[in-house]
């Protein structure tokens, strides 16, 4: 028995159908595969980017820390050379007043009876 023409037709436009549907399913599946790949690599990067991150600030805090003693340190380094300077300028002072005295004392020696 055959069919129709028109039967036939149908038939055939039913088969291509059915299998642009497998075809598609098929790709489907492909695609919902690949798309979980790049979810987990997504994730993966996420975490990476997040560890990153933690890194940099604690490298940041750990050249804030740096610095901040550094500048402790020039503080400490600027008062020496003023401490020196008045060491000097004491030591001097204390020269010339003894000096002084010195000398007082001499004349006051030399000129009593």
């Given at each position: 028995m055959s069919e129709c023409p028109r039967h036939e037709d149908l038939s055939r436009r039913i088969i291509k159908?059915?299998?642009?549907?497998?075809?598609?399913?098929?790709?489907?599946?492909k695609l919902w595969k690949a798309l979980?790949?790049?979810r987990e690599e997504k994730a993966t990067d996420v975490g990476e980017l997040k560890s990153l991150i933690i890194a940099v600030a604690e490298?940041?805090?750990q050249l804030k820390d740096g610095l901040n003693e550094l500048r402790s340190e020039?503080?400490?380094?600027?008062?020496?050379p003023?401490?020196?300077w008045e060491t000097v300028i004491t030591t001097i002072i204390t020269a010339l007043v003894s000096?002084?005295?010195g000398v007082g004392?001499?004349?006051l020696v030399?000129?009593?009876p």
């Open positions: 159908v059915e299998d642009a549907w497998v075809y598609q399913t098929e790709e489907n599946a979980n790949v790049i490298l940041k805090q020039i503080a400490l380094l600027k008062l020496v003023a401490k020196r000096g002084g005295i004392i001499a004349l030399s000129h009593s």
